[in-house]
């Protein structure tokens, strides 16, 4: 379960990727989505949320590679990498929703919350199934 340079190499550009895939994809949809509020608004939101995302991406993408690469039980392993990161950024959207006062913070996350674990899991099974393909 060693580590060699281009396994950290590897692990760094999935994550940055990731990260820069959904701070755009997202940003791009709160800009869109506050059009009718002018340009200003529209960039504003568009940046906040791509920031947002772009951060809660990466603390998903690199606590998984993290988790996963650690961990050498293999079912604990797999289970941390799927909770312990997305939880993490969970609570990051949470903070972030307590310190702005948003009234609805549940129904304001649960989006994220779902995608979150969802994403988790699939990243596991992506790196589950790169292991199983270099042994």
Same mark, same amino acid.
């Given at each position: 379960?060693?580590? !060699?340079? /281009? !396994?950290? +190499?590897?692990? +760094? %550009?999935?994550?940055?990727?990731? =990260?820069?895939?959904?701070?755009?994809?997202?940003?791009?949809?709160? =800009? #869109?989505?506050?059009?009718?509020?002018?340009? !200003?608004?529209?960039?504003?939101?568009?940046?906040? &949320?791509?920031?947002? /995302? *772009?951060?809660?991406? @990466? $603390? $998903? /993408?690199?606590?998984?590679?993290?988790? #996963?690469?650690?961990?050498?039980?293999? &079912? %604990?392993? +797999? %289970?941390? *990498?799927?909770?312990?990161?997305?939880?993490?950024? %969970?609570?990051?959207?949470?903070?972030?929703?307590?310190?702005?006062?948003?009234?609805?913070?549940? *129904?304001?996350?649960?989006? /994220? @919350?779902?995608? *979150?674990?969802? #994403?988790?899991?699939?990243?596991?099974?992506?790196?589950?199934?790169?292991?199983?393909? &270099?042994?």
């Amino acid at each position: 379960m060693g580590l !060699d340079r /281009s !396994d950290v +190499v590897k692990a +760094v %550009l999935r994550v940055a990727a990731m =990260a820069i895939g959904a701070g755009t994809l997202y940003g791009l949809w709160a =800009a #869109f989505a506050n059009r009718m509020h002018g340009v !200003d608004e529209m960039v504003r939101a568009g940046l906040a &949320q791509g920031v947002s /995302s *772009a951060l809660t991406t @990466l $603390i $998903i /993408s690199s606590g998984i590679e993290a988790v #996963f690469r650690v961990v050498p039980h293999k &079912q %604990l392993r +797999v %289970l941390a *990498a799927v909770t312990v990161p997305p939880t993490v950024s %969970l609570s990051v959207h949470i903070i972030a929703h307590l310190l702005n006062g948003t009234p609805e913070i549940a *129904a304001a996350v649960a989006p /994220s @919350l779902l995608v *979150a674990y969802g #994403f988790a899991v699939l990243y596991v099974g992506g790196l589950l199934k790169a292991e199983r393909g &270099q042994t």
